[in-house]
């Protein structure tokens, strides 16, 4: 069995962990849930009841002494990264989680890097890659030859469209929309039920259909 430790125990956390318990990620059978890091302090409250066992922050996780996988739930682009970046450790490797339900139409063009998080219902058609660290929180679908970068998240219902081509570090809002052929950079946020329908700037928010930048 491979041991693994959810970092995050909040409410993505606790979805992965009971989707994992209930057999509804692929190979989940041969991994055994151990516990969970989190940087905040659960001295007081050191268990969960599905994430289980607290086992401390970043710190115990660099100095663990055997394998570990560690999936990290969060649902924030830039904590995802963050935390990625901080954890140092050789021994610890970042698994896939993908659910079983996950629908490729061209498996033979479809590429993925490591610790993704692709929850139940999403799609992939033809000729899509995913870089590292992405999340797919539900009923996501991703059209024909587009690139996803890494530690994007995108929300339940987004819709990406054909060759698009995203960066790095995005947040795409539950039931947006991306138009056909698009170039996003980094670091931009897609509000809820918002439509992107040009290429946004690095870094700023958009709202609205189509969207719209947000300035306050």
Known sequence: MKKIAIYGAGGLGHEVAAAIRNGWIRDSE?????????????????????????????DTLNAWKE???????????????????KITNPLVDFPNCISSNFRISDPESFSIGKGNIIQGDCIATTNVALGDFNLLNGS??????????????????????????I?????????????????????????????????????NTYIGNPAKIFKL
């Open 30 to 58: 041969n991994w055994k849930i151990i516990g969970f890091f989190d940087d905040r302090n659960f001295s007081d409250n050191p268990t969960d009841r599905l994430c289980g066992e607290w086992l401390g922050g970043v």
């Open 67 to 85: 394998p570990i996988g560690v999936i990290l739930c969060f649902g924030n682009p830039k904590i995802r990264r963050e935390i990625a970046d």
């Open 140 to 165: 996501v679908v991703v059209g024909h030859d587009t690139i996803i970068g890494n530690a994007n998240v995108l929300m339940p219902g987004c819709r990406i469209s054909g060759e698009v081509a």
């Open 167 to 203: 960066g790095n570090s995005n947040l795409f809002g539950a039931m947006s929309f991306v138009m056909q052929g698009l170039l996003i950079g980094n670091d931009i946020t897609l509000s809820p039920l918002s439509a992107l329908l040009s290429n946004p700037g690095n870094g």
